[in-house]
């Protein structure tokens, strides 16, 4: 089958490491996804153990179409009764770039009729006896420059819930997000890991998985399980493989710490929730009074970077505070993500060995590192 997996902008050469790591080594970029082969064991693997990806998309068909009649012929010709029953509730999701089919509603809505009549026919059925009672399944209909991408969503919720994260907290990181942004640095379970901007604890829980080898969809369900044509052994497997690859004996270094008391409080229940919560230090600190004594670490923080004209001075005094605490650690590498668009490192007082640009929520980010000296042997 043909799979495709949705990224973040200027997250894709992340998830096609993921994706070489998990055994994966033949893939393509194509309009903001990422596409490979595989069979139902696959989609399982994928939905359980990819940490950046945003769903795990099952490719249905693909043609060109300019006008609705052309749009529905094309849906129609799909095998749909491979996937649906006619108890299916089917919702439909989609978008149009650079196409005369604009109007993502109406086409959508032709696009469920197409389904609904193919299901009919194929089942030799009267119309009432589809009841939309059973369970779900997402359609995708992605239009670019008049060719007609659809797809069926196997994931259900994105793959950023992971299922820890019940406590809402102000602007938080998505975890695909924090998970792509450890994977952007020189972070390894055997260096320390700090994060003193941590807000609901979402970058320092992403990173003790990570070191522990914990699936982040271990814990959670994927619609794909509830739909009749998959074999319930995928997500089995899946599973056990994820319970085996564990390595909760191992021991790490995790810091996280907010001048929020209330933060912090949040940050230890997601990480309880997580089964990571006696594997990292939390506390309530300013970041300004950082310290380690350990060597070659990694700092990684999403600090705030101002909503409001009236937050801009404060922001860049905070940055200041930032930039001298983090020289203090001559040997951690340090990684920060911001939305500051008033010249990041103007104010943290060093320029980066590499900045690249990323969006978290459409907001254009830049991810800023700094690189100390390699560890000596």
């Known amino acids: 089958m043909q799979i495709l997996v949705p990224v973040a902008s200027g997250l894709e050469a992340v998830v096609k490491r993921q994706l070489l790591k998990l055994g994966y080594p033949d893939t393509r970029a194509q309009n903001g996804r990422i596409a490979l082969e595989g069979d139902w064991s696959d989609i399982a693997r ?63 809505a032709v696009a469920k009729k197409a389904i609904v009549r193919r299901i009919i026919d194929k089942n030799r059925l009267n119309t009432h006896l589809l009841d939309e009672k059973g369970a779900r399944s997402v359609v995708g209909v992605s239009v670019f420059e008049d060719i007609v991408t659809v797809t069926l969503d196997t994931s259900g919720d994105g793959l950023h819930k992971r299922g820890y994260r019940s406590l809402s907290y102000t602007a938080p990181l998505k975890e695909t997000m924090a998970a792509a942004l450890i994977d952007m640095t020189y972070y390894f379970p055997d260096k320390a890991f700090a994060d003193v901007f941590c807000g609901s604890g979402t970058l320092p829980i992403e990173a003790a998985m990570r070191s522990l080898h914990i699936a982040p969809g271990e814990k959670r369900a994927f619609d794909f399980e509830k739909w009749r044509c998959t074999p319930k052994q995928a997500i089995l497997g899946a599973r056990e493989e994820a319970k085996d ?38 506390c309530v600190a300013d970041m300004k009074d950082f310290h380690s004594d350990s060597r070659y670490g990694v700092l990684l923080s999403n600090p705030p970077y101002g909503e409001r004209l009236s937050d801009e001075e404060e922001v860049k005094q905070l940055y200041r505070d930032f930039g001298r605490m983090f020289r203090s650690l001559p040997d951690w590498n340090g990684y920060i993500f911001t939305g500051f668009s008033g010249g990041f490192e103007r104010y943290f007082g060093k320029r980066a060995d590499k900045a690249k640009k990323l969006f978290n929520a459409n907001i254009e980010c830049g991810f800023y590192s700094y690189w100390s000296s390699r560890p000596q042997k």
């Not at 249905?60 to 491979?82: C, H, K, M, N, S």
């Not at 006619?86 to 999701?93: C, E, G």
């Open 46 to 108: 994928l939905n359980v153990f990819l940490r950046s990806g945003e769903r795990v998309l099952l490719l249905i068909g693909r043609f060109p179409a300019q006008t609705f009649d052309e749009l529905f012929d094309g849906v129609y010709a799909l095998p749909w009764e491979e996937y649906l029953t006619p108890h299916s509730q089917i919702f439909m999701d989609g978008k149009s770039v650079k196409s005369k089919l604009g109007a993502i509603k109406a086409s959508g």
């Open 245 to 282: 690859l564990r390595t909760l004996d191992q021991k790490i270094e995790v810091y996280g710490s907010d001048i929020n008391p209330e933060a912090i409080k949040i940050a230890k229940y997601h990480a309880e929730r997580a089964g990571v919560g006696k594997y990292i230090r939390f």
